[in-house]
C-alpha cells in the first residue's frame, strides 16, 4: 500500500521560532509537494521537488524554504514562524511520468501562538 | 496563482440524487484531475482525465473535459451519504525551466449529502 506520511498531525509553536514539517514517501516517486491549505482559499503551492537537492517555488514561497536531500523525503521550514502561518499543511508525492496521480499525506495542522 | 476554480462552492443533495461539480481553468493543461477530501484529512485521488478525451467515467463517477472553454465538470450519480467531501480539480502543465510537473488545485466544491 502506497505511503506518504506526515511526522506530525498536530503541531503548536511559538511565533519566531523555527519549525520543521517531515514528509516521507516509500513509492519512490520523483515529484513531492508542499501545499497550505485554508478555509476558502483552497490549496495552495508552497514549492515542489522533480529531483533530490531540486526544488522550485510554487505560488506561496515567501517565508518558508524545502529541503530535499533524498528522494524519499521533502522538509517544509519556516525558518521563522508567525501567526498568518497557521494553517493545514499537505505534502504529496506522485511520478514524473503518467499517471501523475498524487498521494497525500495525513496533513499536519500547525497553530502558531 | 490558482489554476482551477470549481463551482459551486457548496451543494447541499438528498441521498440518491446526482451531483455536478465544475471546475474551471486558465492555461494549457496536459491532464486534469479530481480528488476528495474528507474533512481533515488529505486529499485523494479519484480520476485523471487527459488532454485529448473527453468523457471518462470511474464506477459512479463521470468526468467531461472540454478544452476550448478551459472546463471540466465532475458528476456523481446516484449520490450517497459516504460521498459527503470536499472535491478538488487539479491541473499539471509543464514547468517550463526544469521540465517538471506543477499540480495545481482549486479551492474545492464542499459536497453534503443528507441521508
Known amino acids: 500500500d502506497v505511503k506518504v506520511t506526515q511526522s506530525s498531525r498536530y503541531l503548536v509553536k511559538r511565533t519566531g521560532e523555527k519549525v520543521f514539517l517531515e514528509c516521507v514517501q516509500d513509492?519512490?516517486?520523483?515529484?513531492m509537494f508542499w501545499y497550505r491549505q485554508d478555509p476558502g482559499l483552497g490549496l495552495r503551492l508552497i514549492y515542489f521537488?522533480?529531483?533530490?537537492?531540486?526544488?522550485e517555488k510554487g505560488d506561496i514561497p515567501e517565508g518558508y524554504s524545502v529541503s530535499r536531500e533524498k528522494k524519499e523525503r521533502f522538509s517544509l521550514i519556516l525558518e521563522s514562524a508567525s501567526t498568518n502561518q497557521t494553517s493545514m499543511y499537505l505534502c504529496?508525492?506522485?511520478?514524473?511520468?503518467?499517471?501523475?496521480?498524487?498521494?497525500f499525506g495525513q496533513g499536519t495542522r500547525l497553530t502558531v501562538v | 496563482s490558482q489554476q482551477g476554480e470549481e463551482d459551486p462552492q457548496a451543494l447541499s443533495i438528498q441521498e440518491g440524487e446526482n451531483a455536478t461539480m465544475n471546475c474551471s481553468y486558465k492555461?494549457?493543461?496536459?491532464?486534469l484531475q479530481w480528488y476528495r477530501q474528507n474533512s481533515g484529512r488529505g486529499l485523494v485521488h479519484l480520476i485523471l482525465?487527459?488532454?485529448?478525451?473527453r468523457e471518462k467515467h470511474s464506477g459512479r463517477l463521470r468526468v467531461t473535459l472540454d478544452t476550448s472553454k478551459k472546463s471540466s465538470s465532475l458528476l456523481i450519480t446516484a449520490s450517497r451519504a459516504a460521498d459527503t467531501a470536499s472535491y478538488f480539480c487539479?491541473?499539471?502543465?509543464?514547468?517550463?525551466?526544469?521540465?517538471?510537473?506543477?499540480?495545481?488545485f482549486g479551492k474545492g466544491t464542499k459536497l453534503s449529502v443528507i441521508p
Open positions: 487539479a491541473t499539471d502543465g509543464s514547468y517550463s525551466g526544469a521540465g517538471s510537473y506543477q499540480l495545481t
Open positions: 482525465i487527459r488532454s485529448n478525451e
Open positions: 492555461t494549457s493543461i496536459n491532464n
Open positions: 513509492m519512490d516517486h520523483e515529484n
Open positions: 521537488s522533480y529531483d533530490v537537492k531540486m526544488k
Open positions: 504529496a508525492s506522485s511520478p514524473s511520468r503518467d499517471p501523475l496521480e498524487a498521494f
